[in-house]
């Protein structure tokens, strides 16, 4: 399973969503950034999770600040750290 995190402006807590093929998250993480390029950015970006059915998310592209995805594992308690990390 593949998670695709949204930091929305003025906002402490992330939106996810979860998808289970990497390809067709990528395309939507590819979306999410040219709209984010994109100068005219008044437009809404819907997003649909497969985990859970019937979770729907429609987002105001300009007030998205960072994106991210990473993948769910099994290993060390499910998940892999998102974001970067400084240890070696």
């Known amino acids: 399973m593949y998670t695709l995190e949204l930091?929305?402006?003025y906002?402490?807590?992330p939106i996810s969503i979860q998808?289970?093929?990497?390809?067709?998250?990528l395309q939507v993480?590819?979306?999410i950034?040219?709209?984010m390029k994109d100068s005219d950015s008044s437009s809404l970006i819907d997003l649909e999770c497969e985990k859970m059915k019937g979770k729907l998310i429609s987002v105001l592209v300009k007030e998205i600040i960072a994106i991210q995805m990473?993948?769910?594992?099994a290993v060390a308690?499910?998940?892999k750290r998102p974001g970067f990390t400084l240890d070696t």
């Open 7 to 9: 930091t929305l402006r």
């Open 77 to 79: 308690g499910g998940s």
């Open 19 to 25: 998808k289970k093929d990497h390809d067709h998250l």
């Open 33 to 35: 950034k040219n709209s």
């Open 70 to 73: 990473y993948e769910k594992s």
């Open 29 to 31: 993480f590819t979306q």
């Open 11 to 13: 906002s402490p807590f």
